[in-house]
Structures are given as C-alpha cells and as structure tokens.
C-alpha cells in the first residue's frame, strides 16, 4: 500500500477525445507535475491508459488519486473510472473527481494570459448526437450556471462570455460571431489550476445529458 500522507496525486482524464495521465506532488511551493503525457486519441482510451500510468514514476503510484468525471465520451468516462478505483482500492488511496469542464475552464484561463484571467469563460465541447456539451465558469474558475447539452445553434445563444475554450471553441465562435476561441481539450497535467473546491469526494459519472430511451416503467436506458 501507499504510505499514508503521500505527497503525491495520480490524476487521470480520458473523458474526452484525449487521454492524459500525471503525477502530481504537493509541496510549500504548490503543486508540482512531477511526469505526465497527453495523447490526442479519438478512440482506444481502454488500451493506452494503464500504459501511460505504468510509464509514470513508480508507475504511478501515490496517496490520492483524481479523475475526471465528464462530461464527455461515455466509454472514456467509464474507462477513466473503472481505473480510478480499481488502484484506489489496491493501494488503499484517497480517491476525488473533478468536472472535465472545469478543468478546460481553468487551461483557458491560464493559457490566455494574466489579464484575461480575470474574466469569465465558456467552455464548449463535443457531446452526443451532434449536440454540445456547454458551462459558464467565473473569473475564479467556478460554475457560474448548470451544465447542459445543446444544439450548436442554441449554445451559440446561449454563450455569453467573451473568451470560449473547448473542442467546439471555434465553431461557437463562428456561430455566435464574435468572441475569443481557445481550441482545449482537457489535461491531467493541468491538475495544479483547477479551484480545490471543485474536487470531490463523490465519484459518480458526470454524463451530461438524458438517457437516449426510457425503459418500461420510466426507467432509463444506458447513456450512450
């Protein structure tokens, strides 16, 4: 097992097209990347990720391990989970997840610069059925509204920030007419930017949008 109070933090994101992987160590200067890779994927999450953990140092080994939660790609999602707690529950670590979004919110905002740092920022970025998945983070990087799934035609008015980040940064944009695109995809690299409020303990997929069916009885279907 981890020796209890490891500095260090394996974070995982496979919930979107790309697939990273970083350990991260806290220490008096705040948190440090010790080693991390991001791969643009599209497909085949379920086989790169345990070798992109198996790379890190001490193959990734730590006291506390966070992953994403989505929205994003169903499988992805899943994948990324199902790893999460599997060495969680192998290495006796603390396990936290944290919003993909939110994590793009944060990239974009440290990518954009000082000044822009300190304004809000949407975060677009590719859902299912040709719909995408859109949130509004504050200038701290905290949601500033509830996630939704829409149509490229309705999350263009529904947009209202000036600085857009995402997979579907650009598109928006273009849509909407005017506003500042940063093309992101999430990092686990990035770890270090996300507000600590935004991590938790609750672990449950954060899928995006409406089961596809309804099962007899109301139930509903698997997500897809």
């Known amino acids: 097992m981890t020796p209890p109070g490891s500095p260090d933090t394996l974070?995982?994101?496979s919930a979107t097209e790309a697939c990273s992987v970083a350990l991260v160590r806290a220490g008096a200067q705040g948190d440090q990347v010790i080693a991390g890779s991001w791969q643009m994927m599209g497909r085949g999450h379920a086989e790169a990720l345990v070798?992109?953990?198996?790379a890190l140092p001490g193959k990734g080994r730590a006291g506390r391990i966070a992953v994403a939660l989505g929205p994003g790609s169903f499988t992805g999602v899943r994948v990324g989970l199902a790893a999460a707690r599997a060495l969680a529950l192998a290495w006796g670590a603390e396990l936290v997840g944290y919003p993909t979004l939110a994590l793009i919110a944060a990239q974009a905002r440290?990518?954009?610069?000082?000044?822009a740092s300190a304004q809000?920022?949407?975060?677009a970025t590719t859902g299912g059925h040709g719909e995408w998945f859109v949130q509004e983070f504050t200038a701290d990087g905290l949601?500033?509204?509830a996630l939704a799934s829409l149509r490229p035609e309705a999350a263009a008015l529904?947009?209202?920030t000036a600085l857009v980040a995402g997979s579907q940064?650009?598109?928006l944009v273009a849509a909407r007419g005017?506003?500042?695109?940063?093309?992101l995809w999430s990092d686990a690299r990035a770890f270090a930017l996300l507000p600590p409020a935004l991590l938790t303990a609750d672990t449950a997929p954060l899928y995006g949008r409406a089961p596809d069916a309804k099962l007899p009885g109301g139930a509903g279907a698997t997500p897809r």
């Open 11 to 13: 974070v995982i994101d």
């Open 51 to 54: 070798p992109l953990i198996g």
């Open 110 to 115: 440290a990518q954009a610069g000082v000044r």
């Open 120 to 123: 809000p920022v949407t975060v």
């Open 143 to 145: 949601p500033a509204g």
């Open 158 to 160: 529904a947009a209202r």
């Open 169 to 171: 940064a650009e598109a």
């Open 178 to 183: 005017s506003g500042h695109a940063l093309p």
